[in-house]
């Protein structure tokens, strides 16, 4: 008969075999998991494979001379900075701004309807020939930091099943009121895969690379909708003659010194210009609005809004806005204005 230490001893080596098989049983799960993820991301891209290998060119109703009479326009806007499924806590920034997944998608929303409301309702009498939507990068809030992989809602992966049938949604109305949607499409450093960025396959490792496949896959019978999907950072798009380079916009440092963003954002105007003939840089990534093309430069500004970096940095709060512009053939962009998105009575906080 066993003595009671060695009952006691019995006991605990058994508790401790059943932890280590609970352990061990959630170690394959989270592995099974992190297969099957792997698996369905492996077959997104083979289906999308084809796709990137077509390279669009840009419509011809983006050049069209106009005739006598004929107040043509483009309308240009662009989408970036929305960081799908980052969470922000009101608490933690005194109340200045809120952000989850049930607030992304009505902001979201309101910027599709914003963009509809500014060219039907506040810019009317002008035809458009169609919209240029520029995707602008760091769709996803991503999980380049142990932080937003410990707070966000989804993983990369469940963030760009969610956000890609949305965001075709939205471009699905913008085809149905104007006709034609041209969508140039750049990467962010938030969808990249690795913690430290890279210049091998930058564009390839991307998750924005992998949205702007899926939605060029999911309007590739729809004649309307067209994109330009490039494998670098940069992206020339010609309108009526304006030429507009279109990069994310985290290619230089500096910004908080007391001339703000501007003299990184020159630094890279000029450097750009080496390589690219261009007259207007439209750029994402600092979060701050500036709609100035006589300046050579268009930054748009975030859905998200002010976050909890932005308060530990002491920048100023910007509202969520994006940026609009509208392209003539005879005044390049004639037309800006930002489309707000914030509601903060029905996002309730």
């Known amino acids: 008969m066993a003595s009671l230490g060695e009952a006691i001893a019995s006991e605990s080596d058994e508790h401790l075999l059943r932890a280590k098989v609970d352990d061990l049983a959630g170690q394959l799960g989270a592995a099974r998991k992190a297969l099957s993820e792997s698996e369905h991301a492996r077959e997104v891209a083979e289906r999308v494979a084809e796709y990137s290998s077509r390279p669009l060119k840009p419509p011809k109703w983006m050049t069209r001379t106009p005739k006598k009479a004929e107040r043509l326009a483009v309308l240009c806007t662009m989408l970036s900075d929305t960081h799908f499924d980052e969470v922000i806590q009101p608490a933690e920034i005194e109340g200045r701004n809120a952000y989850n997944r049930n607030i992304a998608e009505q902001r979201l929303e309101r910027y599709f309807q914003g963009v509809v409301k500014i060219a039907r309702h506040y810019l009317a009498g002008l035809t458009y020939q169609g919209v240029v939507l520029f995707l602008g990068g760091d769709l996803i809030s991503g999980d380049i930091h142990e932080e937003l992989s410990e707070t966000n809602e989804g993983t990369a992966l469940e963030t760009v ?30 969808g990249r895969r690795t913690r430290k960025p890279r210049a091998k396959k930058r564009a390839r490792d991307n998750m924005d690379w992998l949205i702007a496949q899926m939605l060029a896959r999911h309007f590739h019978s729809d004649a ?14 010609d309108v009526f003659g304006t030429r507009f380079l279109l990069t994310h916009g985290d290619q230089t440092g500096g910004g908080g010194g007391i001339g703000g963003i501007w003299p990184p954002i020159m630094r890279m105007i000029a ?20 709609m100035a093309p006589d300046a ?7 859905l998200k809004g002010f976050d909890e970096y932005a308060a530990t940095m002491n920048f100023a709060p910007e509202r969520p806005q994006q940026a609009l512009w509208v392209v003539s053939p005879e005044n390049g962009v004639s037309f800006a204005a930002p489309i707000l998105v914030e509601d903060r009575a029905r996002e309730g906080w």
């Open 161 to 190: 099943l969610h956000w890609t049938e949305r965001i075709a949604a939205g471009i699905g109305l913008l085809a149905d009121e104007f006709g034609s949607v041209h969508v140039p499409a750049v990467v962010g450093n938030h």
């Open 224 to 237: 309307r909708v067209t994109f330009e999907i490039p494998d670098g950072t940069d992206c020339l798009v």
């Open 271 to 290: 450097k750009k210009r080496v390589r690219h003939d261009f007259d207007t840089l439209v750029c994402g990534h600092w979060h701050q609005l500036i």
């Open 296 to 302: 050579g430069v268009i930054v748009n500004g975030s």
